[in-house]
């Protein structure tokens, strides 16, 4: 496979990334500043630096636009808070189009803080998630449909990015998913591709990507047995893609069951987002005119480069060139 040539043909490609966009904010702590508090008597965190990157399907979206796709937008919904602030001027940093996020008084911005030893570099400590786990306000779920209706038809490829595993509260609800479904199912020229972390059975018509827990779990809620055949059949026509770590990446269609292996590099320095760079890599890829197995290598390559960096990282078109050469000089 010409994988330069591959992504040559990225910057044709619009994308839509549709669901949880969250703020990742990295706060680093200096472990000599944890004094006893003289207010609660509880030991501080003392935080002295916080970096800020676009999480969840924001990281979908920080990938697309590091490979090089010429346009790339988010919908989803933030709170009318510092970290919705915080989220719009991370995207912007990116030249990520965030118009069609939907602010709301009555939800806070899905926001992960993840506390970091500035000593170690080790994340040591409880992690403040900032999450919706009441049902979305009732506006906001119909002002996301209507911005999505509106503008799908603007890009050649969706990826939705189903990231809460609360019950409620995330953007995906089911009317929202029910109307993806629907353009998956209608438009079978469009590329929708569909990441759940909890409801993957759920969607209709898309290229279902769950991880192997995800995909066994939603197994065993539907037929009480794994299955990934009838899995696939009961989302849909479309091949299903199960990411399995570094035992590689498995695409099911059509009765059969072909691994692609996973690209092997040292040990990880953060695995955090390597489902969300593969799917980003494969979406493109597949839109480039990369059959399904040549895709997931491709995704395999862009992960086996985000995996060495710290945080949610991205990879660019060069990094995933030297990815490939090394992956030919070990074959």
């Not at 591959?6 to 944890?34: E, H, T």
């Not at 590091?66 to 602030?85: K, N, S, T």
């Not at 760079?277 to 399904?292: I, K, N, P, R, T």
């Amino acid at each position: 496979m010409n994988w330069s040539a591959l992504m040559s043909s990225f910057k044709n490609a619009s994308v839509l990334v549709v669901g949880d966009i969250c703020l990742d904010r990295w706060c680093q702590y200096d472990p000599r500043s944890s004094e006893v508090s003289v207010e609660t008597g509880l030991p501080r965190i003392g935080v002295v630096r916080t970096d800020v990157t676009p999480g969840a399907g924001g990281t979908v979206a920080n990938n697309l636009a590091a490979l090089g796709a010429g346009r790339v937008a988010v919908l989803g919904a933030i709170g009318q808070d510092g970290f919705g602030f915080e989220l719009e001027r991370a995207l912007g940093k990116r030249r990520i189009d965030y118009s069609q996020l939907v602010a709301s008084p009555n939800i806070q911005t899905f926001t992960y803080s993840k506390v970091i030893n500035m000593d170690t570099g080790v994340e040591d400590r409880s992690r403040f998630d900032f999450i919706n786990n009441k049902p979305l306000p009732g506006d906001v779920e119909d002002q996301l449909i209507v911005n999505f209706s509106t503008v799908y038809s603007q890009y050649d490829i969706i990826i939705v990015a189903d990231q809460a595993e609360t019950i409620a509260g995330g953007v995906i609800t089911d009317a929202f998913r029910e109307v993806i479904s629907d353009v998956a199912e209608r438009e079978g020229d469009k590329l929708v591709l569909a990441d759940s972390r909890r409801r993957i059975e759920k969607f209709r018509g898309v290229i279902a990507k769950p991880n192997a827990f995800e995909a066994d779990d939603a197994s065993r809620r539907l037929f009480g047995r794994i299955d990934y055949e009838k899995l696939r059949k009961t989302i849909g026509p479309r091949p299903m893609v199960v990411t399995q770590a570094e035992q590689g990446v498995l695409v099911v269609r059509d009765g059969s069951e072909k691994l692609v292996p996973a690209i092997a590099v040292g040990d990880p320095v953060d695995a955090c987002g390597a489902g969300d760079s593969f799917g980003a890599g494969m979406a493109l890829a597949l839109h480039a005119g990369a059959d399904y197995e040549d895709a997931a290598r491709f995704g395999a390559m862009v992960a086996s480069v985000t995996i060495m960096k710290s945080g949610t990282g991205t990879a660019t078109p060069r990094e995933v060139l030297a990815a490939a050469d090394a992956m030919a000089i070990s074959d």
